[in-house]
């Protein structure tokens, strides 16, 4: 399946990146897990769903740079030449990551060069001595700038002048506007090698910026000031005219996702939107491909869109895609967003349902039933999802053995401590003993026990998610926490 622009594709983006044509995307970003050794978990508000991810590794970080290595080279084998890549870490594997991708360059992607390492201040100050840690306090994270080549796009970004920058280099004050200005040098920096013209202007001879002709008009114009006869002539720049400080590498201007910001949705890991526009501005045009290998929330895709770009973004939780998938509706709604159209790709092939995370198979499976995912991690009784009417849904990854009588037995008593009739397990496969089970208990008992498995619920078309945005969220909680 080649992969089109405007997608939003659920699965391990080695496997996507297979059907993405080589050297067609403009930019590339990535957040990818930070070999952190932790598991984090978020809720969606919006649905109360879990969005979540482990970033803990057998082999430690060797493990994680063996599995982020494949991906950052198909990544960069999806790059055109004239195209940025940009990776988003921190100091768990930051070392490790550019040595990775140095070597990678190195052997196959010759003419790819490292441009920056951007410091992003991410975190206020805090301290974790109280915690006995012995370690600066760790506030930033790193994001590495590499180009395909040496012809890229860069588009110049300005950060506004402090105000201490102001105060000490715009003192001076035009009497009759009121405006603040300063007083810059107008010579022709290099000299006669640079091309700089040589004459004397206002008894002062110099190699100057500007031809003798203009230098007469911007006088004339009241723009070139001698302090006095005999001081080089200075340029009046007024503070209304500068774009500010062209962008460094050290960002601290960006404000982290507090818990009270509009844009927040919940998941644990979330960049701040003005990060991405930043990145996207600066390394791509409009209309330009940008992808997200790791999408996590969507949010390089909001700042494409909002910048007339065109996107890929894959990520391996379903629940993760849809949450992009309503951020862009979403977005269609604000009129000062170009127009775009998107396509959701959910993958439902056998191969596809067997690789899946087990947070994202029972995603799909409540999916495709129509059902609720159970948001509850301990305490939920044997349940993994429910029904609108509250029976219970019981999910079973095995692939390699059938479920049998004792776990329908279990699921019997679920059913019983629901206080409902009927109840659903789904799984690859049932033993004829589980089969019996269930059938002698609607006999005996009528509690109906659906065994329904993994290839019929393939051939079910997908209901209307419950979780769709018109959904009332307040019903949605009440029924969880029935």
Same mark, same amino acid.
């Given at each position: ?197 040589y004459y004397e202007f206002l008894g002062v001879k110099r190699y100057w910026q500007f031809s003798k002709e203009n230098m007469e008009k911007l006088y004339k114009e009241g723009r070139i000031i001698q302090t006095k006869p005999g001081n080089v002539p200075r340029f009046k720049k007024y503070l209304d005219e500068t774009k500010g400080t062209p962008l460094q590498s050290i960002w601290t201007d960006i404000l982290p996702i507090q818990s009270q910001s509009n844009e927040r949705m919940g998941y644990p890991t979330q960049k701040p939107l003005k990060l ?45 895609? +849809?949450?992009?998938?309503? #951020?862009?509706?979403? &977005?269609? *709604?604000? /009129? $000062? ?5 998107? @396509? ?103 509690? +109906?026990?659906?065994?329904? #498995?993994?290839?019929? &619920?393939? *051939?079910? /078309? $997908? ?5 769709? @945005? ?13």
């Amino acid at each position: 399946m080649e992969v089109k622009p405007n997608s939003i594709i659920q699965g391990d983006c080695l496997d996507i990146l297979q059907d993405v044509n080589a050297e067609t995307v403009d930019l590339v970003y990535i957040d990818p897990p930070f070999s952190s050794n932790k598991n984090y978990t978020g809720i969606w508000e919006k649905t109360g769903e879990e969005l979540s991810f482990e970033d803990v590794w057998e082999m430690g970080v060797g493990g994680y740079i063996d599995w982020l290595k494949p991906r950052v080279e198909q990544l960069f084998k999806v790059l055109k030449e004239t195209g940025s890549f940009y990776i988003h870490c921190d100091w768990h594997a930051s070392h490790e990551i550019k040595v990775m991708i140095d070597n990678l360059i190195k052997k196959q992607f010759k003419t790819a060069r490292f441009r920056n390492e951007i410091i992003w201040k991410r975190s206020f100050a805090h301290s974790d001595t109280k915690q006995g840690a012995k370690h600066f306090g760790r506030l930033h994270d790193n994001i590495f700038f590499y180009t395909k080549s040496d012809n890229y796009v860069f588009n110049t970004q300005f950060t506004p002048p402090s105000k201490e920058y102001i105060e000490n280099f715009y003192k001076q004050i035009e009497p009759n506007t009121g405006k603040k200005y300063q007083l810059i040098s107008l010579t022709g920096p290099g000299g006669a090698s640079k091309g700089n013209p040589y004459y004397e202007f206002l008894g002062v001879k110099r190699y100057w910026q500007f031809s003798k002709e203009n230098m007469e008009k911007l006088y004339k114009e009241g723009r070139i000031i001698q302090t006095k006869p005999g001081n080089v002539p200075r340029f009046k720049k007024y503070l209304d005219e500068t774009k500010g400080t062209p962008l460094q590498s050290i960002w601290t201007d960006i404000l982290p996702i507090q818990s009270q910001s509009n844009e927040r949705m919940g998941y644990p890991t979330q960049k701040p939107l003005k990060l991405l526009e930043r990145i996207i501005s600066v390394s791509s045009n409009p209309k330009d491909l940008v992808l997200d290998a790791f999408c996590g929330c969507g949010t390089t895709l909001v700042a494409s869109a909002k910048l007339g770009r065109k996107f890929i973004g894959a990520d391996i939780s379903r629940v993760a895609c +849809k949450v992009m998938d309503v #951020r862009l509706k979403e &977005l269609t *709604k604000d /009129k $000062t967003t170009p127009p775009f159209r998107w @396509e959701l790709i959910l993958p439902e092939t056998m191969e596809s349902v067997k690789d899946m995370d087990w947070q994202s198979f029972q995603d799909w499976v409540c999916d495709k039933l129509g059902a609720y995912k159970e948001r509850k991690k301990t305490g939920d009784m044997g349940r993994d999802g429910y029904y609108s009417d509250m029976s219970p849904i019981q999910v079973k990854q095995w692939k390699k053995h059938p479920v049998g009588r004792p776990d329908i037995q279990q699921f019997h008593s679920v059913i019983r401590n629901s206080g409902k009739k009927s109840g659903t397990v789904v799984g690859f496969e049932f033993s004829k003993e589980a089969k019996q089970y269930a059938f002698d208990l609607e006999k005996d008992e009528e509690i +109906k026990m659906e065994l329904l #498995r993994v290839s019929d &619920l393939l *051939k079910r /078309k $997908t209901p209307k998610s419950p979780y769709h @945005e018109s959904y009332n969220v307040d019903v949605q909680k009440r029924l969880v926490n029935i």
